[in-house]
């Protein structure tokens, strides 16, 4: 009997409590309204962010996640290397990658003035105004500061790749994993060695193209007089044989530096020209 009666008392204690607190918190939240309503400071944010919602981009993702797991054997797992994998990825994406680079960059900047705009624009409401609120001017000035300096919004200023690389042995005994975070800093760099690469290689491929274009066909016949219509390698002559094909062919390929100076073109047999490898040609000369 005694017992059954604690427990009652305790639960109309537990009840009353829960009623008197939401009662607490139904109030608090009406003045907290009434406060957001009449607030001059509180308008004043708000105006801000909705300025500055629309000068930050958003990222689809803040990170991206590069998994290695096929290896068909512990010697490749070792060789590969994380670092040259985020290298190639860079380079295959170079133009996405900039754009997140671009974001981060302005919404870093805009976050600045962002932060500095709210700092400066803080003033509090009239006083008038706040004595037809009824609430105690120094409970609205408390919250109203409150409230202005608080749910900052968050740009995306920061970006990473992070790499993994995994490896179990076919019977499962050993495992073995490597991580590699890229920072935002990190992959900036990264990012100017791959321009630095590819304006390396369209130059290199401009030169080629370049190089060929020498090779016209009054070039052609200059190179076959001087050299009596007879291939340079094995002798044979358009003269003995009036079915051999001739080429003209660059004794330092243009692929491997080569020009097309006269002094680096010669004519060869088309069985010498095709039957051969470059290296093989460099052996041939040597
Ligand atoms: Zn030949």
């Known amino acids: ?12 204690c537990l009840i009353l409590i829960v009623v008197i607190s939401s009662c607490f918190s139904h109030k608090a939240k009406k003045i907290r309204d009434k406060i957001i309503g009449l607030s001059e400071a509180i308008k004043k944010r708000n105006e801000i962010d ?37 290298y190639n990825y860079l380079y295959e994406n170079e133009i996405q990658i900039r754009n997140i680079v671009g974001t981060i960059i ?16 803080f003033a509090q409401t009239n006083l008038e105004i706040i004595l037809t609120s009824k609430i105690k001017p120094k409970k609205f000035y408390k919250y109203e500061k409150e409230i202005y300096f608080s749910n900052y919004m968050k740009p995306a200023v920061d970006f990473n790749i992070n790499l993994s690389k995994g490896y179990v042995t076919p019977a499962g005994r050993n495992s073995y994993r490597e991580n590699m975070i890229k920072t935002f800093e990190q992959i900036f760099d990264m990012l100017e060695s791959v321009e630095k690469e590819k304006a390396k290689r369209s130059s290199e491929e401009f030169r080629r193209r370049y190089e060929r274009s020498l090779v016209s066909d009054r070039v052609r016949i200059q190179i076959l007089n001087r050299d009596n219509l007879t291939c340079q390698v094995c002798g044979e002559s358009k003269k003995n044989d009036s079915s051999l094909v001739l080429h003209i062919d660059h004794k330092v ?26 290296l093989i040609l460099e052996n041939i000369i040597n």
């Open 1 to 12: 009997m005694d017992s059954l009666f604690i427990i009652g008392f305790l639960l109309i």
């Open 50 to 86: 909705s300025v500055y919602k629309e000068r930050f981009k958003e990222l689809n993702a803040r990170h991206i996640v590069l998994q290695f797991n096929h290896f068909n054997g512990k010697k490749t797992y070792d060789n590969f290397c994380l670092y040259s994998a985020c």
């Open 106 to 121: 302005a919404n870093r900047q805009f976050k600045k003035e962002y932060e500095k705009e709210i700092n400066e624009s």
């Open 253 to 278: 390929p243009i692929a491997k530096g080569g020009n097309s100076d006269l002094s680096n073109l010669w004519t060869l047999c088309k069985r010498c020209n095709l039957g051969k490898s470059d």
